[in-house]
């Protein structure tokens, strides 16, 4: 009986430890959410007094209504798929989307690229140098100068002032032989000059590329002497931005707390900037388990591959709480032709060289179908290239064409006669991206409304990025490219159809106009590169616009390219958590505003 | 013994080559490259050429090979913080020769295992080394620091899950067994058999949705996560509270895992204890009128557990090289993850060095089977 009891004791000991434990495994959720509280009453604490204090000069000047007041504190779960492979964006692997994202949060530059307008705006420099305010002056010997004014207010993490010897150690690092840092326009720099709170320099030739130089700063006194590529890609040197770094758990989130020297106020409430203390960048691969984090509030931001299926998943999130921002972002799809003979290893009857043959595809593709289809008539199809990224300055140069089988039949055949050959189309692009080879099944259907003999030939997307891309070894290609807002990004743009420059030293995959590689060159691609020469030794803006149009004309009216759609982009946000939120579709992405989130739930 | 030991390893060198051979011409034949990324930017080209130079993309395919394998096998770092290493390796060796040489009994490969486990423990803890396995080509740094940054988390899932899958699995199948054909035994069977050929994509998503997603909604209480593997303010919890959270955090993959080794663990338990249970000296030993249980635990358990060693050892040693699609699912930082990523990226540094340590957990842990073999099977000789 007594053992009978002890063993009894035991056996409900143990349970009681077990339960014990449970609860506590249960209730820890609880704690986290009281631990939140409990350090959000607190710090909004601090903070809501220095508001006071702020805000006690505009009360004493203003009317009596009380200005709108955003709360301090608390902590911002940002969900994403990919992990940054190093946090230094200057060195192999920084060019990665997600080091920008991050980037945001601790690292400023001249300009920033506005959520709302896709506009240039000034960041560390009281504004952005144009001709027309003096900032940039083209020199009788043909040189251009271009002067930055640097914030007064502006200083880094630990309290130093930003000055003109951060901007030239910046370019001195960059420019180093010895590091691995792209240099390109930073090469053309020939001269500097670096002041207290200003810093000048002069490119061999006038570039309108020079807007966006200089998009980050490095500090001279927290770098100088450490070993620039190997130091810093696991940490982050002193921030400018909003917040700075806090740790980095690989493989799982990065984690950036409040600058409380951010020179910043919120024009809008005449607050301190930033209201978050902290922010988290919470690294899950899967799409899926992104979405379900996010449903499961694990994640308070989300910016997933917009298929229209997550879209809609996300879009039925809406009625709980969440909003979904579905915006045309700046990556454009577009059908390509090859020019050069190499094309004739994937289709020995390729016409490209004949222009009836590229207009016959013009007149058969139906990109109304391809947007409806793909992206459930989430975008208008493109007219130009322009579009993506700089609706303001398109001309929409390839409206021109339509879609009419019969006419596409009888280009065809002309196609057929001036060329002797059998035309036919095969297409080729990643096999490994479900919206392309959805764009490849419906070219079936198309193509055959219009008699032309066509046939698909994916390829894995390091195949086609690799060596078919390097050999130009393709008929009718398709995949996207990256537009920049800004003058800058419009003229960066044209180089991709520069007919002195194909791989491997330029990006010209086309090779259109490249005579050497059995590609013709005729007058047409002549005079683009005259315009594209043109474009790249002038900042004249009404000069450049009219080039630009020239050159978009010319690539159109000859039909280089087709410009398709542009890709989706979309943000989540649980806008019953965290207010300030504006998704960005240019490579700013959805921190570009970081420093105006705010917790709406405190 | 010791020659047998020594021939294996010379085998498990040559394998290794082979394998390292075959993966990085594999790698180069896959197409694409590891700067094919920046092509697309128009402004790169420059950029392009001088990290094809710097990193030695543009050296024929074999040079590019030996130069790895150069760098893979020389040490770059070694220190030697104190005596015990020494006194570890030199006490190993000796007693290693005085076993061989006096004792030579069934036991000789327990006693080698064991001495030679916690000699190379001691000396791997009182020594700092690294070798040279070269730089990411992502930028993501040193690929030695890199891959053993991540085993910390990938040990951390596996050994739960083969805990769990080892706790569970093996009893299961003892008495699917002892109750062949029982309700109980065809109930295990389908189990085994739907967690077997369901995908583990679908068991993860699936647990992630029931579990993490749904049962907070129905209960109002976060139990577990749908990824990550710990909270964004573990480091200032308490100690209990980062139990609990790692709790909430691990137990989701670790099922996924285990669900499939334990239904694997108890089939194989299930088949090996039933051939034993109708072999004659059990019979011998039940007609003795031994009591049931001496007669299944002592008698029947320790041979029908020899096949399983196999299966656990391997499965340790793929362990080492992280679940791949686990890892993914749950966002957990594991070397499976990294690898993955690695090879999206035609990072070939971080995918050789990741191959060659799964490799090497595979040869190392094979060799540790058969040790083991001997020592629960008398009657393996190594010859």
Request: charged fraction near 20%; aromatic fraction near 10%; proline fraction near 5%.
């Amino acid at each position: 009986m007594n053992t009978l009891w002890r063993s009894r004791k035991v056996t409900f000991m143990v349970l009681l430890i077990a339960f014990a434990l449970v609860a506590a495994a249960c209730s820890s959720a609880n704690d986290d959410a009281g631990g939140t509280e409990e350090t959000t009453t607190t710090t909004t604490a601090a903070p809501a007094e220095e508001t006071t204090t702020t805000t006690k000069a505009p009360e004493t000047t203003t009317t009596t209504e009380a200005p709108l007041q955003r709360p301090y504190g608390g902590e911002a779960i940002v969900g994403d798929a990919q992990e940054p492979p190093t946090l230094n964006g200057f060195v192999p692997g920084g060019d990665n989307f997600i080091v920008g994202i991050i980037g945001q949060t601790y690292a400023a530059g001249v300009y920033e690229i506005d959520g709302y307008t896709l506009e240039l705006l000034p960041e560390l420099v009281t504004e952005l140098p144009t001709v027309a305010n003096g900032g940039v002056v083209v020199n009788d010997d043909g040189t251009m100068t271009v002067k930055y004014t640097i914030r007064d207010e502006a200083v880094w993490e630990d309290g130093t002032p930003i000055s003109g010897d951060d901007f030239q150690f910046t370019l001195d690092t960059i420019m180093d032989p010895d590091l691995p840092i792209g240099k390109s326009t930073y090469e053309d720099i020939i001269d500097s000059v670096a002041g207290p709170k200003t810093f000048e320099y002069t490119l061999a030739q006038p570039t309108v590329l020079y807007e966006l130089l200089f998009g980050e700063i490095l500090p001279k006194h927290a770098i100088e002497g450490t070993a620039f590529e190997a130091d810093w890609n696991e940490t982050r040197w002193v921030s400018n931005g909003p917040f700075k770094f806090e740790s980095w758990a690989k493989g799982e989130s990065v984690t950036v707390v409040r600058n409380d020297n951010y020179w910043k106020t919120d024009p809008e409430t005449g607050q301190q900037l930033p209201y978050l203390d902290s922010i988290t960048f919470k690294f899950i691969p899967e799409s899926e388990s992104l979405i379900t984090a996010f449903k499961a509030r694990e994640v308070d931001v989300i910016q997933p591959d917009p298929n229209t299926e997550v879209i809609e998943t996300l879009q039925a999130l809406e009625p709980d709480g969440a909003r979904v921002e579905v915006l045309s972002g700046p990556v454009w799809e577009h059908l390509n032709f090859q020019f050069s003979d190499a094309r004739f290893e994937m289709n020995a009857n390729s016409c490209n060289e004949d222009y009836n043959m590229r207009l016959a595809v013009a007149q058969t593709v139906d990109k109304r179908v391809l947007t409806d289809e793909i992206l459930a008539g989430q975008v208008e199809p493109l007219e130009s290239f322009v579009d993506a990224f700089s609706p303001t300055l398109s001309q929409e140069a390839w409206a021109q064409y339509s879609v009419d089988n019969g006419a596409a039949a009888e280009s065809y055949a002309k196609a057929v006669e001036a060329t002797g050959k059998e035309c036919s189309v095969t297409f080729s692009t990643t096999s490994n991206n479900d919206a392309r080879v959805k764009m490849s099944e419906l070219f079936v259907g198309m193509f055959e409304a219009s008699g032309i003999p066509y046939t698909n030939e994916l390829q894995d997307s390091s195949l086609f990025f690799g060596e078919t891309l390097d050999n130009g070894q393709w008929d009718l290609g398709e995949w996207a490219w990256v537009g920049s807002p800004g003058l800058s990004g419009l003229v960066g743009i044209f180089d991709i159809w520069d007919p002195e420059a194909p791989p491997p030293d330029g990006g010209n995959y086309y090779r259109w106009g490249v005579e050497a590689e059995g590609a013709y060159s005729d007058e047409a691609s002549a005079r683009f590169a005259e315009v594209r020469d043109e474009m790249n030794a002038t900042v004249d803006e009404g000069e450049l616009l009219a080039l630009i149009n020239e050159g978009e004309n010319i690539i159109a009216d000859n039909l280089v390219i087709i410009p398709l759609y542009a890709r989706l982009v979309t943000a989540a946000v649980w806008d019953d958590e965290v207010g300030g939120f504006k998704h960005n579709p240019t490579q700013a992405g959805h921190t570009w505003n970081v420093e105006f989130w705010y917790r709406t739930d405190i | 013994m010791l020659a047998y030991i020594t021939r294996r390893l010379v085998y498990g060198l040559v394998t290794l080559l082979a394998l390292s051979v075959i993966v990085f011409t594999l790698l180069q034949a896959s197409g694409g490259g590891p700067l094919d990324r920046l092509k697309l930017n128009p402004r790169m080209q420059p950029f392009i050429q001088q990290l094809t130079e710097q990193w030695g993309l543009d050296q024929p395919v074999w040079k590019q090979y030996t130069t790895w394998l150069k760098n893979y096998v020389s040490v770059q770092e070694f220190a030697v913080h104190n005596a015990i290493p020494i006194i570890a390796i030199v006490g190993a060796a000796v007693a290693t020769f005085l076993i061989v040489k006096f004792v030579r009994s069934q036991w000789t490969g327990t006693y080698l295992l064991g001495i030679w486990s916690v000699a190379l423990y001691l000396a791997l803890r009182n020594v700092t080394i690294r070798f040279n396995w070269g730089i990411s080509f992502q930028g993501a740094g040193d690929v030695w620091d890199l891959v053993f940054s991540r085993t910390g988390a990938t040990f951390r899932l596996g050994f739960t899950a083969l805990a769990i899958a080892l706790i569970i699995g093996i009893p299961l199948g003892i008495y699917q067994a002892i109750r062949q054909y029982s309700f109980f035994d065809q109930l295990g069977t389908i189990g085994a058999f739907l967690a077997f050929s369901t995908p583990i994509f679908i068991i993860g998503v699936g647990l992630q949705i029931v579990m993490a997603l749904y049962l907070e909604r129905w209960t109002g209480v976060k139990l577990f996560y749908v990824a990550g593997m710990n909270s964004p303010g573990y480091p200032d919890m308490s100690i209990v509270g980062k139990i609990a959270d790692t709790a909430q955090h691990l137990t989701l993959p670790a099922i996924s895992i285990a669900l499939i080794s334990l239904a694997g663990y108890a089939r194989f338990q299930r088949a090996s204890m039933l051939e034993v249970l109708h072999s004659d000296y059990l019979r011998t030993a039940k007609a003795k009128g031994l009591p049931r249980r001496k007669v299944v635990i002592k008698h029947a358990l320790r041979n029908a557990m020899i096949p399983i060693v196999t299966l656990v050892s391997l499965d340790v040693a793929f362990m080492i090289g992280g679940a791949i699609i686990t890892e993914s699912i749950f966002g957990w930082p594991g070397v499976g993850r990294l690898y993955i990523t690695a090879i999206g990226t035609v990072d070939y540094p971080v995918v050789m060095a990741i191959v060659m340590v799964i490799g090497i957990g595979i040869v190392v842990m094979n060799l540790v089977a058969d040790i083991l073999y001997g020592v629960m099977d008398p009657r393996v000789r190594y010859d």
